[in-house]
């Protein structure tokens, strides 16, 4: 049999091509991205999209579903709020092909809003949720994913999280089989899927006898495992976390759930009787601990000295679980004090001269999820809050309501192309339907920049590069009922400073949308050939070390110290340097420099 | 090679960091690739996402009869590949003491260091010699690639400087990890920049 180093977004891909999936849609989030990308790239058997966000996209896999194929949608953790909806009465229709939902956690909000733990949604909800830990459970997984949703009638959810989604090991290649269910839609199942109560009611009881049977299947479920060594201790644990726990004590025993909601109860009464002493090992919540003390067990440790917040580790969990005796590596180096790298926006990424025009202006700005929340970070400090997708528009509208004829002038919202439909149209709407005066900037890059390229419907393309048809924002503004639209270019500081400064003013809603501004790393849009200059140098005759330009936090852009003089004799500490190599000559330090010391280079 | 495995069930941790566009991934990926084919157990865990954006990469990769964490121990490195200096240092208290580290000599300036709010760190390579004396090498990547006309293979020209820790790893082996990763047009120069920087250590 072959196998091939996966990562775990690959292997989930693959288990779905190898269940027979026929429909799978997703909104690109960090870590969950690449799910969808490798099947529109590797497995033409299945019909793969870009759904404008994750209820779209739950909501088409469940239509895809209910004519008897296989369908997948997947998401991070926060998609998963934007697909409840759906997602929370699904659970009481069922499906007839078998529906998968992916859900990518974040421990340690390695790029998230938030860091909460999806198993709850498994509670929440009443469905089966199963949890892989490596490639190959991220392969088998979601195989069994699509048995359990047929045999039960139910959405299945799989649960995967940053160092199991973005992890690579090796994974047996398997064949796709495909599914026998009759395709075909049946008015005959109606009162299944009309949700009114007088169906409801009758499903609602379905729903908890299906648990019933879940529990029971949890039981004799081939990935819940037991492994008895040592006695003395037993550890309850699932996915990545039973990985650090087995990496730092292979001595103890242990069960490792595949399937952590529903739980396995006898399986767990008989761990408890073969072990002495139980831990309960998981990142984030306690979300096994709660329910096996509800059981009436005594649990040795668990959130008493394994932190619920943040992700494990095998350091984590050694230093926990031994406590004091724990030694810890010696340290030859602090590293708090060495210069931290956080991600910055890319050398002339448009954003950035429309973050330092907003600056200059004074806005407060409601921000969004995307690239540009990096603007909140020193030195530009022009973005003042990210909560969600869309949150900007909504937010930005609240507050002029608060804040009535004193917030003209001096409040926006930012918006990417990608968040902005999203989540951004409808509040987008409510701001004109209620008579607001609130700003909506859409800082349109082309593409969904921060998650790596994702198409949406403004791009012009599907995820398989299919033209299609490309939303016009003005024209979307115009039929949402604005009045006063605006292009700004935001490479020209001053314009968007006139024009921005003029729209805040405005009592009636402004839609303003960034024109020819290409994400830099998106090659079809050349986003280089609107630069005169290849790149810029300091005519350090001139420059006076104002480090003015160094505002805009440009990472071709530095400091040198040095105590010197102009050549016309302004005494200076230093000078700024632009590495040539990083520059693409975008223009925006040459609007800032007040002494025309920032002159295009020769090559 | 099997026997080799049975007679060491031992796994051998590679700490892999650098700043984000270097080709970190790609590096960790021949490894992967590499290992894998020679009958190894790997695993190799990163983090995607706002790392793009400039940020620090790391990669941890483990291989060995079986391996279980994809996450290194903090304190249990075995190798450290670093592409930058700062990003070296940043990752010293994580090395055994009898660690081998691998430098590539460059240095990428963080964005404290552009606003001249912070000092770049000083002697990396002493600070690393204090601890780890002959263990500790530096690779001139940047220069060797940029040699071979692109400055873009520097991370293979690392891959091979570190390949001199693997006897038992045919050069074959690495050189077939490259053209399955790599498009073919790409081939010739990344084969050259494997040699070159195995000849640079």
Known sequence: MKKEIMQGNAAVARGAWEAGVKVAAAYPGTPSSEILRDIADTYPEIYPEWAPNEKVAVEVAAGAALTGIRAMAAMKHVGLNVAADPFMTLAYTGIKGGMVIVVADDPNVHSSQNEQDSRNWARFAKVPMLEPADGQECKDFTKMAFEISEKFDTPVLLRTETRVAHSDSPVVQGEREETTTPIGLDPKDTPKYVMVPINVRVRRKVVEERMKKLEAYADKFKYNVMEINDTKIGVISSGVSYLYTKEVFPEWSYLKLGMVWPLPKKMIAAFFKKVKKVIVVEELDPFLETEIKAMGYKVFHGKDVIPNMYELSPEIVERSLKGKAYKPPKIRVKPEDLPRRPPNLCAGCSHRPLFYALKKLGAYVFGDIGCYTLAAAPPLQALHSCICMGASVGMAHGAMKALGNEGLGKVCAVIGDSTFLHGGVTPLMDVVYNRGNSTTIILDNRITGMTGHQEHPGTGFTIRQEPTHMIDYEELGKALGIKSIRKIDPYDIKGCMEIIGEEMAKNEPSLIVCKNSPCMMLRRAKPLERFKNPFYVIDTDKCRGCRMCLEINCPAISWRAGEGETKDGHKRKGTVYINRDQCVGCEVCTQICKFEAIVPGQK | ?201
Not at chain 2, 8 to 35: D, P, R, W
Not at chain 2, 83 to 111: A, C, D, H
Not at chain 2, 174 to 190: G, Q, R, S, V, Y
């Open chain 2, 1 to 201: 090679m099997k026997k080799n495995i049975k007679k060491n069930g031992k796994v051998t941790n590679i700490f892999l960091s650098g700043v984000g566009g270097q080709g970190t991934i790609l590096a960790s990926n021949i490894l992967a690739e590499v290992f894998l084919k020679a009958g190894y157990d790997v695993k190799k865990a990163e983090v995607h996402g706002m790392a793009q954006r400039g940020g620090d990469v790391t990669t941890h990769f483990r291989f060995g009869k079986k391996v279980y964490s994809p996450i290194i121990k903090y304190g249990d490195v075995d190798f450290l590949l670093s592409f930058e200096l700062l990003e070296s240092i940043r990752y010293i208290n994580w090395v055994k003491p009898e660690g081998k580290i691998v430098i590539n000599n460059q240095e990428i300036f963080p964005p404290a260091v552009n606003l001249g709010m912070a000092q770049y760190p000083q002697d990396v390579e002493k600070a690393f010699k204090k601890y780890f004396k002959e263990n500790v090498h530096l690779v001139n990547g940047q220069e060797i690639a940029k040699n071979l006309g692109n400055m873009q293979a520097a991370n293979v020209v690392l891959v091979g400087a570190f390949s001199n820790f693997f006897p038992e790893i045919k050069d074959e082996q690495w050189i077939e990890a490259l053209k399955t990763l790599l498009a073919p047009k790409l081939h010739d120069l990344n084969i050259k920049a494997f040699y070159e920087g195995k000849k640079a250590l």
